[in-house]
């Protein structure tokens, strides 16, 4: 009985599966049908979908919405061509606005529309858009996806507009090599570098007997030892170790602190890197919560008088002086990064750059405009503003605030010895592999030993087959 | 006259049904097969974009069953399924006895307790995310309160515990649903077979292990089988509250092929997890159907 | 017959006091969540993130409801998810109710593959279609639209509505679409007139539940719409996540707003959505 009932099942999902693969066989044509009868179908939604369209924004663009900017802050349309441009400056957003509108100002051939989008969903846009050919004119990056979003396509090749611009020779080979493809080929320009710093709160350190913030990874631990008080929810030291590029970024400093390099992540150096950040939680000295916290996260705690020292970035200062005025009553102070019990000290480059993507019709129009915001003038003015250090070396002698502010200064000189990530077309894996084996050492999942091997796994292969640039 | 009176039926029948029909078939079947095709292929942002992608048989299955992650994420989906049942319809099947006495509140209440699984799986995965907090959740403050635990549990921090935590947030969903289906089923036993055995002087034990469960066996599998298939393919939940975190240890099946194919967009192989997430479903689904079938004749 | 249960009912009169007492206690139980996120959406920041967990808004305060209803983007959202769900409601029952009818009252060949169809395709994850929907929706520009997530979601939803209708349909007695024809309803007319009213309960019950399969859809929207711009609030909730960090009150605030319709529609129309929950889970 039941076997017949069974045949009898598979013999009618046989059927409807022939119904499914006969309509699957006209393969293309009849997907497309189905949007025709789709919007169809839709069409009876129509009337409020146009109406809310229409309510919004004259340019109908999908990604036009609360945050495209007013003519107020980008200036009168000049007659030119709109070219639409994406980045993911928050904080930074006004002074952004304030170029494209002295730009659009300036001459009449293309009019800069500047969206914001958040980071992690421009990044979406771009990969998408390498596909679909959606992207903008003008595109910001995080400065190690650049190398993978050139690989995709996504950006396009202007080195023949920048070909014969003397100043291009100011600019600091490190944050320009992340605009080049492995031939050299020029795919955008780096617009602001950054890097990170310890900073302290002084209140809590001289409470627990410091006078100065940590110079060694030894005096790193005493301090933490000192001023940690996990029963109430206070730790020596706060971090970001989220699941994404932003924690290994965080980690890059201890990673080469110790002496090793990406490339050598499971030498017994890089194997004392990750201990040295189990070793923080296992004693209580930071959360094992940093596995959630991006770096806005690890900054509220620190505000929050949660921890006494913050692994910082330089865009931080400006936030320091805007949102947190009023919540950071104490003396706070930045020290470069501690030298690790070998002696090497070190600390990471990060940095936007600014490309012309692939498909614009105003390529070279962008390119201008791209030479325009990295003027030396431009830079400098820039980097004041938005709290971020020049790419370019004439920029430097322009302005002083790097020099004669004490906290700029500490990233000013920090410079020095700061390693970039990448350029490489594989970045993103070979990140996702050091951020893994992070939280596994950090959670205890793994041993510092167990992680860094975990990591080498995946990243010697990529790096056999093209090596990061020294 | 007749036949044609027939085919006109018909023709009435198949323009009723077939908008619907074909509807199914343009917008899930097509994407259906065409995921199938996927997983046999190797589809990637680079390969989709230049249109290199070529056949490359059981190879992504292969990868998937050599990669660390996906067989962790697939004992995980076990694991969050079948924790998930257990809990879920036992608490359920003893609510539903409860609720199935007749009471002043009986109804009321029972439907009541529903809205949790009406609610978006979005605000109940945060609401997870919170309670389930180290320093500010309400777990460990109530645990530590009645003196359950001395000192803060890590609960989502930690593999096992963090697995445990979605099962419950998730249980806080499920148990209600099974009530409600078990109580259908319950109701449909007739009084007057409690009362004629509690005559012949059957205790209530005897009376459930004997007239109960036998006669709901069916609505019991049914609920079993429809509860696995609700679980199994969960994915709102682990994405929102844990991201499949700390480190894929709530990771199930359906984010993992999410993370594939729109982290790593590496889409054949998403495809490819989706389609053993499908087969595993497929299994238990035709249990459910050749029983629904059973009934229907 | 009459006496013999109003004996029964005086005898279990303490009996029914103590079974509603704990039926009680299980609804606090169960309803304590909802209380939380009301709760947790009236304290301070200070209060919300602060090392101590209360039990109660100690400085109540309705900052986080007016932070978020005055949020360009949280209204933007909302505008979304109102606009998804009523979308795919709508190509539900275009799709789902005539279907349903066609399935409960005809006898067509081909029929037992339909219903099976339908069954099937009842039970498929979201998260099995992600992929090749978005692929396919990239080629036909259905990225960052509505009509995306709506058609995807309605995919889901007719199938429901076919499962949960066709038994409603068959109830109706075949004298009163008979009486309909003979004076001289035609088929469709019939369908409108006499059927679609003689099933009102069913009906409600199938919008209602449309409705909030639309409006509680993440995977989805999430995945075809990446800019928040397009995004309906139960994906921008999961965004918030680290934009807010710990800010849990405006989380929760955000979180209750989502939540209010479905309370809203359960607390008028909870013997419309328990009964269909039960017709489309087990059989019919």
């Known amino acids: 009985m039941i076997k017949r009932k069974m045949v009898k099942l598979t013999a009618s999902m046989a059927v409807t599966a022939l119904v499914m693969a006969s309509l699957a066989g006209c393969g293309n044509a009849g997907g497309t049908k189905s949007s025709d009868n789709a919007g169809a179908e839709v069409a009876a939604e129509e009337g409020t979908d146009a109406a809310v369209e229409t309510s919004d924004a004259p340019a109908a663009e999908t990604t036009e919405d609360g945050t495209a900017s007013s003519t107020e802050d980008i200036g009168q349309p000049n007659g030119g061509a709109e070219v639409r441009l994406w980045h993911y400056f928050e904080h930074e957003a006004a002074a952004l606005n304030a170029v494209c509108k002295q730009y659009n100002e300036l001459q ?363 | 006259m007749k036949l044609s009176m027939a085919a006109k039926k018909r023709r009435e029948g198949y323009s009723f049904i077939l908008p619907g029909f074909v509807y199914m078939m343009i917008v899930l079947g097509y994407p259906l097969i065409y995921n199938v095709i996927l997983a046999f292929r190797d589809v990637n942002i680079k390969t989709f974009k230049a249109g290199t992608d070529v056949f490359v048989g059981l190879n992504n299955f292969i990868t998937l069953l050599h990669d660390e992650t996906f067989l962790l994420v697939f004992k995980n989906t076990f694991v969050f399924t079948i924790g998930c049942l257990v809990f879920q319809f036992t608490i359920g099947f003893i609510f539903a006895m409860f609720f199935s006495k007749k009471f002043t509140l009986a109804g009321p209440i029972r439907g009541m307790v529903l809205v949790g699984y009406m609610m978006p799986m979005s605000v109940t995965a945060m609401l997870g995310k919170n309670i389930f907090d180290v320093s500010s959740g309400l777990i460990n403050d109530l645990l530590m309160k009645i003196g359950v635990i001395s000192a803060p549990v890590e609960w989502l921090l930690n593999g096992n515990t963090a697995m445990a935590s979605v099962i419950a947030v998730n249980c806080w969903v499920g148990i209600p649903f099974n009530m409600l289906l078990l109580t259908s089923g319950l109701t449909g036993i007739s009084q007057d077979v409690y009362e004629s055995a509690e005559v012949d002087g059957a205790n209530s034990f005897q009376r459930f292990f004997y007239i109960t469960l036998p006669l709901m066996k069916s609505a019991i599998a049914s609920v079993l089988m429809l509860g696995f298939i609700y679980t199994f393919k969960a994915f709102d939940l682990q994405f929102v509250m844990t991201s499949g975190g700390p480190l894929n240890a709530t990771d199930v099946l359906g984010t993992y092929s999410y993370t594939l194919s729109f982290t790593q967009y590496e889409f054949s192989m998403g495809s490819a997890t989706a389609m053993i997430l499908f087969c595993c479903l497929f299994i238990i689904g035709l249990f459910y159907l050749r029983m629904i079938s059973k009934e229907d004749d | 017959m009459a006496k013999r249960e109003k004996m029964l009912a005086t005898k279990s009169g303490r009996k029914n006091l103590a079974y509603c007492m704990i039926a009680v206690l299980v609804a606090i139980i169960f309803l304590f969540p909802i209380y939380w996120i009301l709760a947790m959406s009236f304290k301070s920041d200070a209060e919300s993130f602060g090392k101590i967990v209360t039990y109660y808004p100690h400085e109540f305060t309705i900052d986080p409801w007016v932070k978020n209803l005055s949020d360009r983007e949280f209204l933007t959202s909302l505008k979304n998810s109102v606009l998804i769900a009523v979308m795919s409601m709508t190509l539900s029952m275009v799709f789902g109710v005539p279907a349903a009818y066609g399935m409960g009252r005809y006898r067509v060949p081909g029929q037992k593959a339909f219903m099976l169809t339908f069954l099937v395709t009842q039970m498929l994850p979201a998260s099995l279609m992600l992929t090749p929907m978005y692929l396919i929706f990239n080629k036909l520009h259905l990225l960052g639209t509505y009509q995306g997530p709506a058609l995807a979601i309605a995919s889901g939803t007719v199938p429901f509505i076919v499962v949960t209708l066709r038994p409603y349909f068959k109830s109706v007695p075949t004298s009163l679409d008979d009486a309909a024809r003979i004076d001289g309803c035609g088929v469709f007319r019939s369908f409108f007139k006499i059927m679609i009213p003689a099933i009102k309960t069913g009906i409600i019950t199938v919008v209602v539940i449309s409705f909030l399969n639309g409006w509680n859809d993440l995977a989805y929207s999430m995945t075809f719409n990446v800019t928040p711009e397009m995004r309906p609030l139960t994906a921008n909730i999961y965004k918030f996540k680290s934009k807010y960090g710990t800010k849990w009150n405006c989380i929760m605030a955000y979180g209750a707003i989502l939540v209010l319709p479905v309370i809203l529609l359960f607390v008028f129309l909870q013997k419309y959505i328990v009964g269909g929950l039960t017709a489309g889970a087990v059989k019919e």
């Open chain 1, 108 to 470: 009449s051939n293309i009019y800069i529309i500047p969206t914001f989008i958040s980071r992690e969903e421009l990044m979406k846009q771009y990969t998408i858009g390498a596909v679909s050919g959606e992207l903008p004119d003008i595109g910001m990056v995080d400065s190690p996806d650049m190398a993978s979003y050139i690989s995709l396509g996504v950006f396009e090749d202007i080195t023949q507009y920048l070909e014969g611009w003397e100043d291009l020779g100011q600019f600091y080979e490190g944050p320009l090599s992340s605009c080049k493809d492995s031939e050299g080929n020029l795919y955008g320009l780096p617009n602001n570098s950054n890097c990170l710093a310890i900073l302290c709160n002084m209140d809590m350190l001289k409470a627990a007997g410091f006078e100065n913030p940590p110079a060694t990874w030894a005096e790193f631990r005493e301090v933490c030892e000192a001023t940690s008080d996990p029963d109430n929810g206070v730790y020596g030291f706060a971090m970001c170790c989220i699941s994404n590029e932003e924690g290994t970024f965080q980690f890059i400093p201890w990673l080469y602190g110790s002496g090793a390099t990406v490339a050598t992540v499971d030498s017994p150096e890089g194997v004392s890197s990750f201990a040295m950040l189990s070793e923080l939680v296992n004693n209580g000295w930071m959360s094992k919560e940093v596995v959630n916290w991006g770096q806005g996260d690890a900054i509220n705690a620190w505000v929050a008088g949660k921890a006494a020292m913050l692994e910082s970035g330089t865009w931080q200062i400006a936030n320091l002086d805007g949102e947190f005025k009023d919540a950071v009553t104490w003396e706070y102070q930045y020290a470069e990064f501690p030298a690790s019990d070998n002696g090497t000290q070190a600390t990471v480059i990060g940095g936007e750059n600014f490309g012309v993507c692939a498909g614009s019709e105003y390529t070279a129009e962008c390119a201008e405009f791209l030479k325009f915001m990295q003027t030396a003038e431009n830079n400098a003015e820039w980097c004041e503003v938005a709290g971020k250090l020049p790419v370019r070396a004439d920029a430097v002698g322009l302005k002083d605030f790097w020099t004669a502010d004490a906290r700029y200064k500490v990233f000013n000189d920090s410079m020095e010895f700061s390693v970039a990530r990448g350029p490489h077309e594989s970045w993103p894996t070979i990140s996702e592999a050091l951020y893994k084996a992070e939280q596994a050492a950090i959670l205890g999942e793994k041993t510092p030993e167990e992680a860094a091997a975990g990591a080498a796994e995946t990243i010697k292969p990529i790096l056999e087959k093209v090596p990061l640039p020294e």
